[in-house]
């Protein structure tokens, strides 16, 4: 398996080794050494490289690398979550209306093309104000921002998922071995499962890492419009932070900045990578 990974492009691996890592932080972010993310230090906008502070501190004295580590998990648990789940409903209602067609067909046809007429950021954006606002002037709590995101983010996502969905099933079920399964009387069900949907996986999965970076460019807008994760726990609420103290301590934007545009390029090489070797997959078909 190394051999073949060593064969492999170099954006291909470079893109493995980032994601790999970030996803070695979001999963054992508890277990690692150093400072809290959330409790502030004696350092006040310390350097970095400064001793104990690898990445430095904020102007509140919170350490920036911790604030990375904590970051990477809950950015990629908003941005994953969002996709499978939507990915996983946009796709079953995108195969279904593409095989059975008519009235169903067409409806669906219809609400994904006013769902996708909105920006995504803008209707994130009525979503989460909607669904996440105060009540009695008492802040939605984190946790409930953090579900009300992955809720807006799910819609969001099931129509773009399910377009290509839709898209793949048109062409497939007019083959001549769908055909035929369908002149022996095999179910519609089991056609759709054995047939459907594992020549409709690969073009899922390359849109489904792009997706999984449009998600997290997603929340780090929603955070800056001041919507989003609060206090630092994200990657995106870190730069809604730092943003305010460019001048005295750019490091604080910086680091999430690379972080979020190192993950968005990896996954979107994946998404690229994937897309190929299936362009390549049904030229042979």
């Given at each position: 398996?190394?051999?073949?990974?060593?064969?492999k492009?170099?954006?291909?691996k470079?893109?493995?080794?980032?994601?790999?890592?970030?996803l070695f932080?979001?999963?054992?972010?508890?277990?690692?050494?150093?400072p809290a993310w959330?409790e502030?230090?004696?350092?006040l906008?310390?350097?970095?490289?400064?001793?104990?502070?690898?990445?430095?501190?904020?102007?509140?004295?919170?350490?920036?690398?911790?604030?990375?580590?904590?970051?990477?998990?809950?950015s990629?648990?908003?941005?994953?979550?969002s996709v499978?789940?939507?990915?996983?409903?946009?796709?079953f209602i995108g195969?279904?209306?593409?095989?059975?067609?008519?009235?169903?067909d067409?409806?669906v046809?219809?609400v994904?093309?006013?769902?996708?007429s909105?920006?995504?950021l803008?209707?994130s954006l009525?979503?989460?104000s909607?669904?996440?606002?105060t009540?009695?002037g008492?802040?939605?709590?984190?946790?409930?921002?953090?579900?009300?995101?992955?809720?807006?983010?799910?819609?969001?996502?099931?129509p773009?998922?399910?377009?290509i969905?839709?898209?793949?099933?048109?062409?497939w079920s007019?083959?001549?071995?769908i055909?035929?399964?369908?002149?022996m009387?095999?179910?519609?069900?089991?056609?759709i499962?054995?047939?459907i949907?594992?020549?409709?996986a690969?073009?899922?999965l390359?849109?489904?890492?792009?997706a999984?970076?449009?998600?997290?460019i997603?929340e780090?807008?929603?955070?800056?419009?001041?919507?989003g994760i609060?206090?630092?726990?994200s990657?995106?609420?870190?730069?809604?932070?730092?943003?305010?103290y460019?001048?005295?301590?750019?490091?604080?934007?910086?680091?999430?900045?690379?972080?979020?545009?190192?993950?968005?390029?990896s996954?979107n090489?994946?998404?690229d990578y994937v897309r190929?070797?299936?362009?390549?997959r049904?030229?042979k078909?």
């Amino acid at each position: 398996m190394l051999n073949r990974f060593w064969k492999k492009p170099l954006g291909f691996k470079l893109s493995t080794v980032w994601i790999i890592f970030i996803l070695f932080l979001a999963i054992f972010r508890d277990l690692l050494p150093g400072p809290a993310w959330d409790e502030s230090t004696e350092a006040l906008g310390v350097s970095p490289g400064s001793p104990g502070h690898f990445f430095g501190t904020t102007q509140d004295g919170f350490d920036v690398l911790a604030g990375i580590i904590n970051g990477a998990r809950l950015s990629v648990l908003v941005a994953v979550t969002s996709v499978l789940i939507g990915g996983g409903i946009g796709t079953f209602i995108g195969i279904t209306a593409a095989y059975f067609k008519g009235k169903y067909d067409k409806v669906v046809n219809v609400v994904f093309n006013m769902m996708l007429s909105i920006p995504n950021l803008v209707l994130s954006l009525a979503l989460i104000s909607v669904l996440a606002a105060t009540k009695d002037g008492i802040p939605a709590s984190d946790s409930r921002k953090v579900f009300v995101m992955i809720i807006s983010l799910i819609i969001v996502i099931i129509p773009i998922l399910g377009r290509i969905a839709r898209s793949a099933t048109l062409q497939w079920s007019t083959r001549e071995f769908i055909i035929a399964s369908k002149s022996m009387g095999t179910k519609d069900m089991t056609i759709i499962k054995k047939h459907i949907v594992p020549n409709v996986a690969p073009a899922i999965l390359a849109i489904g890492f792009f997706a999984i970076g449009v998600v997290i460019i997603v929340e780090g807008s929603l955070s800056i419009l001041g919507i989003g994760i609060a206090g630092g726990a994200s990657w995106g609420s870190m730069l809604a932070i730092g943003r305010s103290y460019l001048e005295f301590s750019p490091w604080e934007t910086y680091f999430p900045v690379a972080c979020i545009a190192f993950t968005v390029l990896s996954t979107n090489y994946f998404g690229d990578y994937v897309r190929a070797n299936l362009d390549k997959r049904e030229s042979k078909i």
